[in-house]
């Protein structure tokens, strides 16, 4: 469902990002698919640098669809930034990519909160923060990170899911679901 970013899936992936309701809210965007390519290109080295973690979610086929990522990652704290392709909007894939890239991110690695900046006209991405079961609003709870987010002008508010939020939203899952073991 997720893998490391791959040069050989940019072609397809800018396709998907073209559509104009992807496209506006993609972070880095991109009109042609050369620069798409050099774009893929800097974000795998981003990654080799630690600045960033990102994925490609993958459908069922092992196609390509979108991309995941976690970015200006500072004191294991990084924002999450997310596009699914339009054909794939209302199956389950960017909830499902989250799981996965949550469990990588919180299990794997060392990360210990992630941020969600999101637009307060993205309507989509709004609803499905307000979803998420261990993500908290956090307007009030990072002054300082809501201030920097909106330096220009106010147009985003601020979720955060931090690793003890998640690991308790998953762990109670896993017992709900007779996962766990005890002893």
Known sequence: MLKKRDLHDSKALFELMSHPEVFPYVRHKATTSDEFYFLTKQTIEA???????????LDEWGQPIGTINLF????????????????????????LAKDLFFEE??????????FLKIRRTNVRSLKAALKIPYANKANNLYPEVLSWINREQPVYDLFVITKEQYLF?????????GGILEA
């Open 105 to 114: 991110l919180f299990f794997q690695l060392e990360i210990e909160a992630i």
């Open 169 to 177: 939203h998953y762990y109670g899952e896993q017992e709900q679901s």
């Open 47 to 57: 990654e080799e640098l630690g600045e960033s973690i990102s994925r490609t979610i």
């Open 72 to 95: 200006n990652i500072q004191e294991n704290k990084g924002f999450l930034a997310t596009w699914i392709g339009q054909p794939y909007f209302g199956k389950g894939y960017n909830q």
